[in-house]
């Protein structure tokens, strides 16, 4: 099993973290924990702060007060040239994708490759990589075509495979099914749950769909038989997902899926159903 | 009134701070040369058509204004002297920084803000890029190069225009027109015609740059900027040319 929850260094965390926007508030004291290997699914409504967390991680946004420590370097204090070594351990897929739209899909996959300052291969070995990881999102015919030509589902796909090219140790998805048919939108879970199986990838996952989390938390993903398997017995605990609810940029819930069912808070009951 | 005037204060200095940061950059690796060789093209070579254009029909029409008024003093043949002098000194270089912001201008704006509002310049950042050295700087480069050319074709092409109606209308010989022409510029004239463009070049790539970097609002954000971009870049190639035309006046 390439993941072990429970014996793992700490990889992200959040202590005391504020943002706000004027009067807007965007994250309220947001404390958390994630280590190494773990799965964390957020769920909130619209406007409760879910993206900004994201982008706060990435060190897109820098915070007003509290500390943000990734990888045990305290980024809220980096400056923009002093955060790209760190941005590249992390793979982030952006709501909507933010695929490079006059850019052919090679391009786009190949843009950390080719652009971040930590060098992950040689540049002969580029176009091998990116075909891998297109591949791997079952997309490798598509090299040549920009993101326009391609539809909603894959350009999600696209942008994972950006996201995980360097196969960067954690990964943050920004709503990877928002605006998705229920079956395009398991596809994608599908490729998330085999990028966090098969390469141990830490995963953040940000969503409004209790769906999602319901399958990262219960289900693996099957090398030989390329699909996803329900977990049962010693792969349920490799799995093990942490949900956490916000509201208005407050954490108002943690823990796992059996407490977010059992949960009578009306607002975080919300998200524990189906 | 102070609250008045803050935000303007603001912009004037996060303006600034971009430039800045463009400036700074060209000096700082890396280098995206095969950005600066697109801009180049995009821009110079999109824009060479409307500014040979326009250029003509200025030095067609300055031809035909002034052989009226020089006509006054009986001095038609010089309209040669009054074209080139206007055209290198002040219209050339005018027109076509108006042409390359209204053209330009909102093109980098409408590119940068629609970037800006899908997340791309993010997403810029996260993959390991800066926004201002990838975008800016390689823009801001390339119209420093190209807009100088682009006003020399439009002074030549201007002054072809002018010798036209020189010519057919006025019935001016080749050799007295362009002697003319050539005679009325001094190094003064030529230099401040190159000066002005580089300088315009400045304004209108790097309010183009701000001006898309901070959209916000979606697709109608993406229209605002761009607005503010062609009108903002517009009005300081004219306070700019005050200056520049102060100064080598007094020279």
């Known amino acids: 099993m390439p993941n072990n929850p429970a014996s793992s260094a700490p990889v992200v965390i959040f202590d005391n973290v504020s943002l706000r926007y004027g009067e807007t508030v965007a994250l309220d004291q947001v404390s958390f924990q994630v280590n190494a290997g773990q799965t964390w699914v957020f769920l909130g409504e619209a406007g409760s702060g879910k993206t900004q967390m994201c982008k706060v991680m990435m060190g897109l946004v820098r915070p007003d007060s509290g500390r943000v420590v990734i990888f045990g370097d305290e980024i809220s204090s980096k400056g923009e040239r002093e955060m790209f070594a760190v941005r590249a351990k992390i793979g982030m897929l952006f709501q909507e994708s933010a695929l490079f739209d006059s850019m052919t899909i090679e391009e786009n996959v190949a843009y950390p490759l080719e652009n971040q300052p930590v060098r992950h291969c040689g540049p002969e070995q580029i176009h091998d990589r990116v075909v891998e990881a297109l591949r791997f999102v079952e997309l490798e015919k598509t090299l040549d075509k920009v993101p326009s030509e391609l539809s909603g589902g894959m350009r999600r796909r696209v942008g994972i495979a950006r996201a995980t090219v360097t196969q960067p140790p954690l990964a943050i998805y920004d709503s990877p099914t928002a605006g998705l048919d229920p079956i395009t939108a398991n596809n994608i879970m599908a490729f998330i749950a085999k990028q966090r199986d098969l390469k141990g990838t830490t995963s953040i996952i940000v969503s409004h769909r209790y769906q999602d989390g319901v399958l990262m938390a219960n289900y693996y993903y099957d090398e030989a038989q390329g699909r996803l398997i329900a977990a049962t017995g010693e792969r349920l605990a490799s799995v093990h997902t942490t949900f956490v609810v916000m509201q208005a940029g407050r954490i108002v819930f943690v823990g796992p899926q059996t407490e977010l069912e059992a949960s009578t808070d009306p607002y975080v009951s919300k998200f524990g159903r189906r | ?251």
């Open chain 2, 1 to 251: 009134m102070l609250d008045l005037l803050k935000p303007s204060f603001l912009e004037f200095q996060e303006f600034f701070y971009l430039a800045g940061r463009a400036l700074k950059n060209i000096f700082r690796k890396p280098h995206y040369w095969d950005d600066v060789l697109l801009q180049m093209d995009v821009i110079g070579v999109g824009s060479l058509p409307i500014v040979s254009l326009i250029g003509a029909f200025s030095g067609i029409v300055m031809a035909l204004q002034m052989s009226r008024a020089v006509a006054q003093y009986g001095a038609s043949s010089q309209t040669g002297t009054f074209v080139a002098i206007v055209l290198v000194r002040e219209l050339g270089p005018v027109l076509t920084a108006l042409l390359v912001a209204g053209r330009n201008a909102s093109g980098i704006a409408s590119e940068i803000g629609s970037m800006k509002v899908t997340d791309q310049i993010d997403a810029m950042r996260a993959l390991g890029t800066d926004p201002n050295q990838k975008l800016v700087t390689p823009r801001m480069l390339a119209l420093a190069f190209v807009l100088p050319l682009l006003t020399i074709i439009a002074d030549f092409v201007g002054l072809c225009g002018g010798f036209l109606i020189g010519k057919y209308r006025l019935n001016i010989s080749a050799a007295q027109y362009w002697n003319s022409a050539q005679q009325a510029l001094v190094w003064n004239d030529v230099a401040q015609g190159l000066l002005k463009p580089f300088l315009f070049s400045f304004v209108i790539s790097l309010v183009g740059c701000f001006y898309g970097i901070r959209t916000t609002g979606g697709t109608q954000g993406v229209g605002r900027s761009t607005t503010e971009a062609v009108v903002v870049s517009s009005v300081w190639v004219f306070i700019l040319d005050v200056f520049v035309t102060q100064i080598f006046v007094n020279m």
